[in-house]
């Protein structure tokens, strides 16, 4: 079992930033697919952003992402994080940290994450 706490969500004007930060525990994290999922109300799940455990990076929602979000993890503290700038109010949304625990390869889904913190929400005004 897997528990995933979320924290650094917050209301901020467009141009802002904001750091996420998740704390995981109760399973081999150092091995573990970690990622970030947004959700917008009336809005599908969208995968923001993944990391292996080796450090490799991936960016599922287009290139203007790639620059103002940057994800990273510390496995000696069990932690993940997401650096969000020039964030805009499209970017609104609940975020949810997550673990794919049976990922193994190729460009991960949100399907292939079966662990779920309860979300920090993200509020962008203009």
């Known amino acids: 079992q897997v528990q995933l706490v979320e924290s650094g969500g917050g209301s901020v004007q467009a141009g802002g930033s904001l750091r996420l930060s998740c704390a995981v525990s109760?399973?081999?994290?150092?091995?573990?697919?970690m990622g970030w999922i947004r959700q917008a109300p009336g809005k599908a799940r969208e995968l923001v952003a993944s990391?292996?455990?080796?450090?490799?990076?991936?960016?599922n929602i287009g290139d203007s992402v790639k620059g103002p979000f940057t994800i990273s993890r510390d496995n000696a503290k069990n932690m993940v994080f997401l650096q969000m700038n020039s964030l805009k109010p499209e970017d609104t949304a609940m975020y949810y940290c997550?673990?794919?625990?049976?990922?193994?390869?190729?460009?991960?889904?949100?399907?292939?994450?079966?662990?779920w913190g309860q979300g920090t929400q993200v509020t962008v005004s203009s």
């Open positions: 990391i292996t455990s080796g450090g490799d990076t991936y960016y």
């Open positions: 997550a673990a794919a625990s049976r990922w193994s390869r190729g460009v991960p889904k949100t399907l292939d994450y079966d662990y």
């Open positions: 109760g399973s081999s994290f150092s091995n573990n697919l």
